[in-house]
């Protein structure tokens, strides 16, 4: 059907990252539309923040994001697929870190640089940090929670050497303690009060810098 004006009437087109209304509708979006696993993504995050994970379903976060049930299933078949997305960039630095340390041959890492990029590392998926600590139903997964405490103990052990003491080897877990605290502070807290955070890490290793 054509206008007046001979061209053809204008389709309400849904918004990216948002559902498009029309006369009061809500209009689905499209499983296929640009962006959408992301949306889908932070939208899913969102939701276990604000609700937990165990207490978030697919049908709530589909409806978040404007899309039905079917359309998210499209690219995320089940909710466990969501929190692995969310996860393994965090995951993945975790394991590059390691085969960093372990890469210099015949050396003992510094201590103290590996504890400041540990904390780096923190900082930057802080949002995934504490959502993770926040929620101990996010670590029933076993590629996520069984992972995480996989690496942490293996970076653990690179930070306090092959040949620790107990009593350092006591000194390198609060030091990574006093990082994982970081869990509980906003983005902006952390990045402003880095060094403050750094200094007790290295003075619960009890080391000089």
């Avoid at 498009?20 to 889908?40: D, F």
């Avoid at 003992?108 to 101990?136: C, K």
């Avoid at 306090?160 to 030091?175: D, L, N, Q, V, Y």
Wanted: aromatic share 4%; net charge neutral.
């Amino acid at each position: 059907m054509r206008s007046s004006g001979g061209t053809s009437s204008a389709k309400s087109r849904p918004a990216t990252g948002q559902p498009a209304k029309s006369q009061g509708v809500v209009v689905q979006l499209p499983a296929n539309t640009p962006g959408t696993r992301e949306l889908i993504l932070a939208t899913a995050q969102r939701l276990f923040d604000e609700q937990g994970y165990a207490a978030t379903s697919l049908r709530q976060i589909a409806d978040a994001v404007g899309m039905t049930k079917a359309a998210v299933y499209y690219h995320y078949p089940a909710k466990e697929h969501l929190l692995l997305e969310l996860a393994r960039p965090m995951l993945d630095d975790m394991g590059d870190m390691i085969a960093r340390l372990r890469s210099r041959e015949g050396t003992v890492p510094d201590p103290i640089e590996a504890l400041e990029a540990y904390l780096d590392l923190f900082v930057e998926h802080l949002s995934v940090v504490g959502l993770m600590a926040r929620d101990p139903a996010t670590q029933n997964h076993p590629d996520v929670g069984r992972r995480l405490r996989t690496l942490v103990e293996a970076i653990q052990l690179q930070i306090a050497g092959p040949e620790a003491s107990a009593e350092h080897s006591i000194r390198t877990s609060c030091a990574m303690g006093v990082i994982h605290a970081v869990s509980m502070l906003s983005p902006e807290a952390a990045a402003a009060h880095r060094s403050v955070i750094l200094d007790a890490a290295v003075a619960a290793l009890g080391v000089r810098r």
